[in-house]
């Protein structure tokens, strides 16, 4: 048997050595591995990287979200978002209006007038006995119009009147055939929108809309603490048209009440109590302070084919005639029988055909009206004055 003699004391064990050669050899080869594994985790990073711009463009053309597109933070339009943001212009609306009422630029019963030529078809007076609350209910009342029917039914895309309503028409166009493109194609035009509308658009949009009141206001865009309202309307607009849905091919619309109109519950929502309503007594819309929503879908029609559906998304927010002390515009003086019914201007034509399915006869809504709840009357809540 072989005997191997181990190091004695002292002695040093025998060390496995390589030439320089070997060495230099064994690091070059390590070192060629290594980039090559960096190389392929970067090629992997880059494909991971594409893969997922790909899976984003194909949900943007389906109708999905778009994180670089949209309101708060690229989050989707949501009650909340809608609340919060309606409730911020609501207050620029009536800290403005409080102000106009405060210092007004000309007696009570001439601002009346002439809110009262804007808002109601046909009507020309010079002067009508009115009160404070009554006239700040008014001025509420004509900036919700303007607000509905020149901003937020209106594609405000660029700073020209001409080529924005060239947009709308072909919204309408597109919304016509088919729903979900015309999603896409809202939220990408939205996505290189103007910031904000210059001060010659919005004395456009006002003058379009009331022009006696701008008469009589000195040709002042209305404005809050600074904040002009025009703009801050127009953020609201564009949060809800620029935005991706939860029910992406659809679109919203705002409608006011005119005055004199019908309660309708499903509708409208009271801010303050209405005594006649809870006496069983009839009672009508003495004023809408801030405009309400429909969403617009397409969903197929019974007889065939597709037809709009506008479900309310958002009530009105109204004063009743007499918790405004008194009654508003009397129904004889209205020029058309359909406006003394309260039909909207903007919700007998506009960005979308008349409704057809699942509606109901009302007349805030343009003749249409969704079913839905149950019908009962909002909860009386505190005024704003």
């Not at 008014?138 to 119009?145: F, G, Q, S, T, W």
């Not at 499903?266 to 007594?281: D, F």
């Not at 617009?296 to 506008?310: C, I, L």
């Not at 201007?345 to 979308?352: D, F, H, T």
Request: aromatic share 6%; with cysteine.
């Amino acid at each position: 048997m072989a005997y191997q003699q181990q190091p004695g004391y002292g002695q040093q064990p025998a060390a496995d050595v390589v030439s320089g050669e070997q060495y230099r050899y064994a690091l070059t080869n390590f070192r060629i591995a290594h980039e090559k594994v960096e190389q392929q985790r970067k090629q992997l990073e880059e494909q991971e990287r594409q893969v997922a711009q790909l899976r984003s463009r194909i949900a943007l053309l389906e109708g999905g979200v778009n994180p670089t597109i949209g309101g708060h933070n690229g989050n989707t339009v949501d009650d909340f978002s809608i609340r919060n943001s309606a409730s911020q212009l609501d207050k620029l609306i009536n800290r403005w209006a409080a102000d106009v009422i405060r210092s007004p630029p000309v007696p009570l019963q001439e601002l009346c007038a002439a809110i009262l030529s804007d808002v109601v078809s046909g009507l020309n007076v010079t002067s009508v006995e009115t009160t404070p609350m009554q006239v700040q209910s008014y001025l509420r009342h004509a900036m919700a119009e303007s607000i509905s029917e020149g901003v937020v039914n209106c594609l405000i895309v660029t700073n020209s009147t001409e080529s924005n309503i060239q947009l709308t028409r072909i919204h309408e166009h597109i919304f016509a055939r088919d729903p979900t493109v015309a999603s896409v194609w809202r939220r990408q035009t939205f996505s290189a929108a103007v910031d904000s509308c210059t001060p010659d658009m919005s004395l456009s949009i006002l003058y379009e809309q009331v022009p006696e009141l701008m008469r009589v206001l000195n040709g002042k865009i209305p404005a809050s603490g600074g904040v002009s309202i025009l703009d801050s309307a127009y953020a609201f607009s564009r949060m809800l048209h620029g935005s991706g849905s939860n029910q992406s091919d659809a679109f919203y619309r705002a409608f006011v009440p005119e005055l004199g109109s019908a309660l309708y519950p499903r509708q409208i929502e009271l801010v303050k109590r209405c005594m006649k309503s809870e006496r069983g007594e009839t009672d009508r819309v003495g004023a809408t302070i801030f405009p309400g929503l429909v969403k617009v879908s397409r969903q197929p029609a019974a007889t065939g084919g597709d037809e709009n559906v506008q479900t309310v998304v958002r009530r009105a927010q109204v004063i009743c005639e007499c918790a405004m002390g008194g009654t508003s515009v009397p129904q004889s003086q209205y020029q058309d029988p359909m406006m003394a019914q309260g039909i909207p201007e903007g919700m007998q034509g506009g960005m979308s055909p008349p409704m057809q399915h699942g509606m109901s006869p009302s007349p805030a809504l343009g003749g249409m009206a969704p079913m839905m709840g149950n019908g009962m009357p909002a909860a009386p809540q505190g005024g704003y004055f």
